[in-house]
Nanobody, 120 residues
Framework: QAQLVESGGGLVQAGGSLRLSCAAS????????MGWYRQAPGNSERELVA????????NYVDSVKGRFTISRDNAKNTVYLQMNSLKPEDTAVYYC?????????????WGQGTQVTVSS
């Protein structure tokens, strides 16, 4: 059972930057992919923002391309989301996610979430 702990959220003005961190309890090489989702106020669903595979491939939702960067530090078992040029519409709770295939089983893990608020 993996545990994910996010940090780095906060209040920032539009145009500012934040870096989110997601520390995993185990070796992140065990995960097929890790990513960041967000849930905006009033929305019932979480949106995939950025994802990085164990091989290092990345993908982003169109609205953050060129502004956000996902990366990983294998030695620290940590995944980061660098967010630049933040906009009010980026305001959301951001959740770290990890996906693992183990034999015939598939496992998904979530962090507790960290609030990001961007003021105009």
């Amino acid at each position: 059972q993996a545990q994910l702990v996010e940090s780095g959220g906060g209040l920032v003005q539009a145009g500012g930057s934040l870096r989110l961190s997601c520390a995993a309890s185990g070796n992140i090489f065990n995960f097929n992919s890790m990513g960041w989702y967000r849930q905006a106020p009033g929305n019932s669903e979480r949106e995939l923002v950025a994802q990085i595979t164990s091989g290092g491939s990345t993908n982003y939702v169109d609205s953050v391309k060129g502004r956000f960067t996902i990366s990983r530090d294998n030695a620290k078992n940590t995944v980061y989301l660098q967010m630049n040029s933040l906009k009010p519409e980026d305001t959301a709770v951001y959740y770290c996610n990890a996906f693992q295939k183990l034999g015939l089983g598939k496992y998904t893990y979530w962090g507790q979430g960290t609030q990001v608020t961007v003021s105009s």
